[in-house]
């Protein structure tokens, strides 16, 4: 399973919104979803949106749940910092951002199978266009 992720807010902090998508190993798409946040930064939202992401594989979906499977699960997310701190590259020093690293961490630590890589921007362009529909839009997309 691949999952792309992304997390923005207009204004940093200003109002914030997440997006996922998720696909199998044939590259069909699964699960799309966007959501408005609150007011947040772009931080936030990007772990918000790590956080929503396993929230959802952990789930009961039966095409999306991982925790009692050995399936290699890649998320990729264009925020160099968050996958460099969930990666134990860099320390989170950010007094926001420590109760959402650990929460990811600990998501991501039921399943060996998880991991998270850094992509640019230009290759996460379907999590990123939810993500900035919902900021237009205000809405939650599904």
């Not at 914030?16 to 998720?22: D, Y």
């Not at 946040?37 to 594989?57: M, P, R």
């Not at 998501?107 to 998270?116: E, G, N, T």
């Amino acid at each position: 399973m691949v999952v792309y992720i992304d997390g923005g807010a207009r204004g940093n902090p200003g109002r914030a919104a997440i997006g996922f998508v998720v696909f199998d190993d044939h590259h069909s798409e699964l699960h799309r979803y966007g959501a408005h946040i609150g007011v947040s930064t772009n931080n936030c939202a990007e772990y918000t949106a790590l956080i929503e992401a396993l929230t959802y594989l952990s789930s009961e979906n039966p095409h999306a749940d991982i925790s009692n499977s050995d399936e290699p699960v890649t998320i990729y997310s264009d925020s160099e910092l968050i996958v460099r701190q969930m990666n134990g590259v860099y320390k989170v020093k950010d007094p926001k951002l420590i109760p959402l690293h650990r929460k990811a961490r600990k998501l991501m630590d039921r399943h060996d199978s998880v991991h998270i890589h850094h992509i640019p921007r230009k290759e996460n362009p379907i999590a990123d266009a939810i993500v900035n529909r919902v900021l237009d839009n205000r809405d939650i997309y599904r």
